[in-house]
């Protein structure tokens, strides 16, 4: 499979993906595929961390709409990624629906499809954040949703924020000569993860997100508060400034965020 297409405002049709995948000659397999918060976690209990900037965080809610997931058997050059939506190579694997993950439990919460994939090995992975197609202009799926309370110096900085990747995060090409350089698209798709993956027939695909990096540059004292009784910060739906930037950057970091693993028997 070279790359996903894309039919009219739906991912990848499942009927394609199988044809798609069997032309990389490798033997086709089905897989199950769950995503989670990180190991180590209490269900149903808050998330505590420092961030690089001094913060203690505790968070309460985080949310992420996982909308599809491919492996890639090649790894890129740090250039390849210029202006294409996809990675280059050939495509393994993929995941073609998607859901809302609720990345502070640790539990494997199942994909609402199974996973196709030939027998080749992958090297890296792509995480779709997407509520629909992915180069659509207009998407206003909630990719993200959190709430919390950072503290530093004695200072309680109570926040909440939803992040979309909608007409907020179109961005202008200056160069008139070049319109499609920056599509939406890009802004949708984590990649390249680096991961080291053979699919097997009846195994599962495990992605595991971890909300702590997210915030790893967030400066919580800048956040813009809406509210004093009780006091509230909320995070922008955009990146004009700090805070609501690194955010969204933290949450579309293709290293350390995502964890991608392949199980025989995964425990759920």
Same mark, same amino acid.
């Given at each position: 499979?070279?790359?996903?297409?894309?039919?009219?405002?739906?991912?990848?049709?499942?009927?394609?993906?199988?044809?798609?995948?069997?032309?990389?000659?490798?033997?086709?397999?089905?897989?199950?595929?769950?995503?989670?918060?990180?190991?180590?976690?209490?269900?149903?209990?808050?998330?505590?961390?420092?961030?690089?900037? =001094?913060? @203690?965080?505790?968070?309460?809610?985080?949310?992420?709409?996982? +909308?599809? /997931?491919?492996? &890639? *058997?090649?790894?890129? %050059?740090?250039?390849?990624?210029?202006?294409?939506?996809?990675?280059?190579?050939?495509?393994?694997?993929?995941?073609?629906?998607?859901?809302?993950?609720?990345?502070?439990?640790?539990?494997?919460?199942?994909?609402?499809?199974?996973?196709?994939?030939?027998?080749?090995?992958?090297?890296?992975?792509?995480?779709?954040?997407?509520?629909?197609?992915?180069?659509?202009?207009?998407?206003?799926?909630?990719?993200?949703?959190?709430? =919390?309370? @950072?503290?530093?110096?004695?200072?309680?900085?109570?926040?909440? +924020?939803? /992040?979309?990747? &909608? *007409?907020?995060?179109? %961005?202008?090409?200056?160069?008139?000569?070049?319109?499609?350089?920056?599509?939406?698209?890009?802004?949708?798709?984590?990649?390249?993860?680096?991961?080291?993956?053979?699919?097997?027939?009846?195994?599962?695909?495990?992605?595991?997100?971890?909300?702590?990096?997210?915030?790893?540059?967030?400066?919580?004292?800048?956040?813009?508060?809406?509210?004093?009784?009780?006091?509230?910060?909320?995070?922008?739906?955009?990146?004009?400034?700090?805070?609501?930037?690194?955010?969204?950057?933290?949450?579309?970091?293709?290293?350390? /965020?995502?964890?991608?693993?392949?199980?025989?028997?995964?425990?759920?």
């Amino acid at each position: 499979m070279r790359r996903p297409h894309l039919l009219g405002a739906a991912l990848l049709a499942a009927s394609c993906a199988i044809s798609c995948l069997g032309s990389t000659g490798g033997e086709l397999v089905e897989f199950d595929a769950y995503a989670a918060g990180p190991e180590g976690l209490e269900s149903g209990e808050a998330y505590q961390f420092e961030n690089q900037l =001094g913060y @203690a965080v505790t968070l309460t809610k985080a949310t992420l709409h996982i +909308g599809a /997931v491919y492996l &890639n *058997k090649s790894v890129p %050059t740090s250039t390849s990624q210029d202006t294409s939506c996809y990675l280059p190579g050939v495509y393994s694997a993929e995941v073609t629906k998607g859901f809302d993950v609720d990345v502070l439990d640790p539990e494997l919460q199942a994909f609402p499809v199974r996973g196709v994939s030939t027998t080749d090995h992958a090297s890296t992975a792509e995480v779709w954040l997407t509520g629909g197609a992915i180069d659509a202009e207009t998407d206003p799926t909630k990719i993200a949703v959190v709430a =919390g309370v @950072a503290s530093r110096d004695g200072v309680q900085f109570p926040f909440e +924020g939803t /992040v979309t990747i &909608n *007409k907020n995060r179109i %961005t202008i090409q200056p160069d008139p000569a070049l319109p499609g350089a920056k599509p939406i698209c890009k802004q949708r798709i984590v990649t390249p993860i680096d991961v080291n993956i053979d699919a097997t027939e009846g195994g599962a695909l495990i992605v595991r997100v971890d909300p702590a990096d997210w915030f790893q540059n967030v400066d919580f004292a800048v956040l813009e508060q809406v509210d004093t009784s009780p006091i509230l910060y909320r995070f922008r739906d955009d990146s004009e400034d700090q805070p609501s930037r690194n955010l969204f950057s933290g949450i579309r970091a293709n290293a350390g /965020v995502y964890r991608l693993t392949f199980e025989d028997n995964p425990s759920q």
